[in-house]
């Protein structure tokens, strides 16, 4: 699959990753994990809802939690990213009409004016231009815990068809930064897709989807992140690590892996560097290249690859493409031989 030209003639804008709205079945459980233990904003919370953010975040939440009386694990319910303003939302609504893709202005808390669509490869969708809006915590320092978790910066995503993930993201807009493909073929593993400054809002990659593997949140120094471990720790939460310090490769982030008490993925990271410039050319990485995950040789454990959250009430496809990714299980038995 050849790279594909950037659509920069598009009559609506997308600004950004906005939320995630996940479910939990114990609100308070949830609040302890992201509150007490790296450091989000608890900005609402009643018996049905629970609503996060990052110190320098307005809005109202860039996280939600949505309680259910199940025992099964948590699920996402859909993932969010802003327009400009709500003529684009406008635009936007006529524009997916006219390519036979079905949207509906829907109602949600704390939103404004909201479209709703199902992605090429099944991904629930909601697109803002306004939320209520609450002063940040930037400069009330003392307030500052955890991880100092400052802002979401990017969900990655398991797919099962990458070309059409891709061929769907690039049509909105969206550019390019970085991208993992099989050894010595143009068949592309792994998209990093961008629409503010930095690498990236939104990552897929090939595997059973659509899930969403993770959302993270962005802190200043790489000092947060590990104090963020202390912290979990401190707490009783060690074992939520889900993945050890490391740097990506890809990216080049500073990263620490967890999972929350309904088994939804987070990472806390610094630092993506910027991609404004439209003359910068994506980045390549061969699958094998153990560096792109890990920067420092060691990849990632199965697990981390092959578990992730389900969207509700959608199908769960075996990936098109057949290249599975070295794990920290295969390297590990080849290092010992």
């Not at 080049?252 to 050319?281: K, L, Q, W």
Request: proline content about 6%; some cysteine.
């Amino acid at each position: 699959m050849p790279l594909l030209t950037p659509n920069a003639d598009m009559p609506f804008n997308i600004t950004r990753i906005s939320h995630v709205v996940l479910t939990s079945r114990d609100l308070n459980a949830t609040r302890f994990f992201y509150e007490a233990g790296l450091g989000l904003e608890v900005t609402f919370h009643d018996d049905e809802r629970l609503a996060l953010r990052g110190i320098e975040e307005q809005s109202m939440f860039s996280l939600l939690f949505e309680r259910v009386a199940d025992d099964g694990p948590g699920t996402c319910r859909s993932v969010g990213y802003r327009m400009f303003t709500d003529d684009d939302l406008k635009c936007a609504h006529d524009w997916f009409h006219a390519r036979g893709i079905a949207a509906q202005f829907i109602d949600r808390p704390f939103q404004g004016l909201t479209l709703r669509i199902t992605d090429s490869v099944g991904v629930p969708v909601e697109f803002c231009a306004s939320m209520d809006q609450k002063p940040n915590r930037m400069r009330q320092f003392h307030t500052h815990g955890g991880g100092k978790l400052v802002y979401l910066d990017h969900i990655q995503i398991a797919t099962h068809n990458i070309q059409s993930a891709y061929g769907f993201y690039n049509d909105l807009g969206f550019r390019l930064a970085e991208y993992t493909a099989t050894d010595g073929t143009d068949e592309v593993w792994g998209v990093w897709l961008k629409r503010k400054n930095n690498t990236q809002d939104v990552v897929y990659a090939n595997g059973a989807g659509p899930r969403l593997h993770h959302f993270a949140y962005h802190t200043p120094e790489i000092a947060n992140v590990v104090h963020g471990a202390d912290v979990m720790s401190s707490l009783g939460l060690a074992g939520t690590m889900d993945r050890a310090p490391g740097r990506h490769g890809i990216g080049n982030a500073f990263f620490i892996y967890y999972r929350d008490p309904d088994g939804h993925r987070v990472e806390t990271f610094t630092s993506h560097y910027n991609v404004i410039d439209v003359d910068h050319e994506p980045t390549r990485w061969d699958l094998s290249d153990l560096r792109r995950s890990q920067l420092w040789g060691f990849p990632a454990p199965r697990k981390w690859f092959n578990e992730a959250t389900c969207f509700e009430d959608t199908p769960v496809h075996p990936p098109v493409l057949d290249a599975p990714p070295v794990t920290l299980e295969d390297f590990l038995e080849g290092w010992s031989q």
